[in-house]
């Protein structure tokens, strides 16, 4: 989290819930319902701590670690904020399915994995992944104002909204292709073809120890 510090400074969480109303505004998203709601919510749900306002073009090289009980978050930062471009060499990561910080983008990310749980991830540009974005828990949110390329796209029961194409395999309950997708191992009774519901949990210990959570290279 050193890294993260350095790469940004302390700002008010009002003044990113007005730079980012007129960013969606100057792009036409304004008109789709999640982007304002879900940017609202962050003042609402926070009003008392900040915002850490990244430099434009920010990489961070390693892992962005979205959990409220690491700094700099458990010290009275609730939201990360690029204005631009943003790339994660490595994991964003939010295991917390009850409260999360927020992650806004004002321009495209790029990352090495993403799996979120209760944070609120959103990309104005487009989002480009080099493998899997996991998405579990219906209190975290992921919008995308473009398109979203990745090798796969899990939902566990998730508020997705990609304004553009999605070119991904798409593992998903809505779909009800989970068991057809997805290895055993991320189901809580392997040997049951009626558990239809993976485990947010397996999927992320497979995925940090290095291990596959689809049957096949996803396409």
Known sequence: MNQLLSLGKTVPLDEVVRLFSD????????SCGPFPEWLEQILVHHPEKSALMLEAGARIEGDLDLEVDLAPFADGISCVVAPGDLTVTGFIYNA???????????GNLKAGEMVMAASTVMVVGSCTVDRLVVCDGDNGVFLVGGQLIAQGLIDCDHEILIVGDVKATVASDDLGNMRALLVAEVFEDPEDPANEWPEGDLIRERLLAGLSVFKASPA
């Open 23 to 30: 960013t969606i505004r100057s792009v036409g998203l304004e």
């Open 96 to 106: 917390n399915l009850e409260d999360g910080p927020s992650l806004l983008i004002g």
